[in-house]
Structures are given as structure tokens and as C-alpha cells.
């Protein structure tokens, strides 16, 4: 008789791992985009010589809400857009938060609102997309294991936001 271990196919655990860790930078970046909110808001304030009071009562709100927005309509989205394949999208947004990430370096508050809310709305494709790619690429047997990745990694996101954040004046 055979046994329920001999019927499973050989794993390539490195290869499921590297997978995974590929998968994790994109699920690093919501935590990247949830915690890295306030802590550029006295750096951009001083780079845009916007005076305190202004900052405080509206552009603070609208900038470091810009990303979270973004995040909501791009978790909507994705809905609609998952179907023409996980993979395809976590490309297409993955280019699309690089360039929202480059136009948060124009030293303009509509500029880098625009782009935090193209990362965000690239973020919330990610948070839609990867778990299920990671849920139809790993072994049944192993998502107890791999599963917890998406919060490792957003999690890590959060923490490098926070130690990078010990540098800002």
C-alpha cells in the first residue's frame, strides 16, 4: 500500500521559498504604505516652505491619506481587473508603484500626492492578487507553513518604514 507522503509530489522547497520572497516584496510595500504616512510630512513641509499651521489643516490630510485612498481603490479594482491573470498585474502595478514612488521625488504636494496614491492604488492590487497567486501555487499541504507570508512581509514593510524613519529629522 502507499502512503499519503509517497503519493505527494517532490517539492522544490528552495524554489517555493525564493517564490514566496518575490511575492513578499510586493506585500512588503502595504506596509510600507501604511506606516510611512507621517513620518516624510516635516520633510516635505520644510522642502516645500509650506508654514506649519497651512501643513496641519490641509495639506498633512490630503497627503499622507492619498496612499490609503489609493489602497481602497485599487483592493475594489482588482476584483475586475484579477481576472485577466495574478501574475500580469503584480507586473503592470508593480511598474506603475515604482513610477508613483519616483513622482514622490518632485519636490510639488499635488505631484507626490498623485504619485503616493499610485502606489497605493498599486499596493491594493498586490494585496488582492498575491495571496491568492501564493494560494494557487503552493501545495495544499504546505499553506499553513507559506501562508503566514503575506503578513511576515507586510509586517517587515511596517518595521523598515519605522527604522528608516528614525533617520528624518
Known amino acids: 500500500s502507499v502512503s499519503m507522503e509517497d503519493a ?8 517555493l ?7 513578499g516584496m510586493f506585500f512588503m510595500q ?19 516652505n509650506i508654514d506649519q499651521h497651512e501643513w496641519d489643516s490641509t495639506y498633512n490630510r490630503i497627503v499622507t ?6 489602497m481602497m481603490v485599487g483592493a475594489i479594482i ?13 507586473l ?6 515604482v513610477i508613483g514612488t519616483a513622482m514622490t521625488l518632485i519636490v510639488n ?23 491568492r497567486m501564493l494560494d494557487e501555487t503552493v501545495p495544499i499541504h504546505l499553506l499553513g507553513s507559506f501562508g503566514v507570508y503575506t503578513n511576515v512581509y507586510a509586517n517587515l514593510g511596517v518595521l523598515l518604514c519605522l527604522l528608516l524613519g528614525l533617520g528624518l529629522p
Do not use: D
Request: glycine share 14%; proline share 4%.
Open 17 to 23: 521559498h525564493f517564490y514566496c520572497f518575490g511575492l
Open 109 to 131: 504636494v499635488w505631484v507626490i500626492t498623485a504619485g503616493r496614491f499610485l502606489h497605493g492604488l498599486s499596493v491594493g492590487i498586490f494585496m488582492a492578487a498575491g495571496p
Open 30 to 48: 502595504m506596509g510600507w504604505a501604511i506606516c510611512g504616512n507621517n513620518q516624510p510630512g516635516a520633510v516635505v513641509r520644510y522642502k516645500l
Open 65 to 70: 491619506s492619498s496612499s490609503i485612498l489609493g
Open 92 to 97: 503592470y502595478f508593480g511598474v506603475l508603484a
Open 8 to 15: 505527494r509530489p517532490k517539492i522544490n522547497m528552495a524554489k
Open 78 to 90: 482588482a476584483t475586475s481587473l484579477i481576472t485577466y491573470g495574478r501574475r500580469i498585474l503584480l
